[in-house]
């Protein structure tokens, strides 16, 4: 009976609670689940808990738990406003957006900075329809976690119609060397060898493999580069 009695409980927690969850969330608006900056992340967590507890614990009073669900997006309203309003507690806040790619190089410190790994960024890119790094003006991560592309001004796209020739298909770019190592299969399945990719280093003025956090080579054995002491050429990126 006692069973029966807390299910009936849980039951008209959940029924009471979700309603004004649903409107408490369309009340925080668009910002609050699409771009999920930190601080909304830890409201949207709170939230959740306090949720989850009410319901799944009936000895928590459901008079506080619709206090906390009214209090707490309340405080995210007022934040959000604060940081419209003043810069500096926005900055505080949030992440600031970080460059992680220039001219087709990756900046490695950057990277190490927001702890972003090389396949972090180039799975990112292939979301994006880049295949290749080398087409990449700057690439910036943004508070968000996403990336933002510029290309290079040779590789925005035009329509056939307004050039009135046949598309020239892209090749597609392959990794061939991750912070030093170098995938033998990937020459092998281009039919290249090692000795090549070492002369290619060299007229690079590149001696030691080491010295490489990232190539890549494309069907039509064009070498890209970038190497571990890559530095940022360009003022610091602010939200």
């Known amino acids: 009976?006692?069973?029966?009695?807390?299910?009936?409980?849980?039951?008209?927690?959940?029924i009471t609670i979700f309603p004004l969850f649903l409107l408490?969330?369309?009340?925080?608006?668009?910002?609050?689940?699409?771009?999920m900056p930190i601080f909304d992340f830890l409201i949207i967590m709170t939230l959740t808990n306090v949720v989850g507890a009410d319901i799944a614990d009936p000895t928590v009073d459901h008079v506080y738990t619709y206090l906390?669900?009214?209090?707490?997006?309340?405080?995210?309203?007022?934040?959000?406003?604060?940081?419209?309003t003043?810069?500096?507690?926005?900055?505080?806040?949030?992440?600031?957006?970080?460059?992680v790619i220039q001219d087709g190089k990756l900046l490695v410190e950057n990277?190490?900075?927001i702890r972003y790994t090389i396949d972090n960024v180039l799975q990112m890119l292939r979301q994006k329809n880049i295949f290749?790094?080398?087409?990449?003006?700057i690439a910036i991560i943004e508070a968000n976690g996403q990336i933002s592309v510029l290309k290079k001004e040779n590789k925005l796209g035009v329509t056939i119609e307004d050039i009135?020739?046949?598309?020239?298909?892209?090749?597609?770019?392959?990794?061939?060397?991750?912070?030093g190592k170098i995938y033998e299969d990937i020459l092998n399945y281009l039919g290249l060898n090692r000795q090549w990719l070492v002369s290619e280093l060299q007229r690079r003025q590149i001696a030691q493999v080491d010295r490489v956090f990232f190539a890549s080579i494309n069907g039509d054995h064009e070498l890209h580069v970038s190497l571990k002491n890559e530095h940022q050429q360009m003022p610091p990126i602010y939200n």
């Open 24 to 35: 408490i969330t369309q009340y925080m608006g668009k910002r609050s689940i699409g771009e």
């Open 132 to 137: 290749n790094i080398s087409d990449v003006e």
């Open 111 to 113: 990277l190490k900075r």
């Open 164 to 179: 009135n020739v046949k598309k020239k298909s892209k090749s597609l770019s392959y990794p061939l060397i991750v912070e």
């Open 68 to 84: 906390a669900v009214i209090v707490i997006p309340l405080i995210q309203r007022l934040t959000a406003y604060l940081s419209i």
């Open 1 to 14: 009976m006692e069973v029966l009695k807390e299910s009936a409980i849980i039951l008209a927690r959940i």
């Open 86 to 99: 003043h810069r500096k507690i926005g900055k505080k806040i949030t992440f600031e957006p970080t460059l």
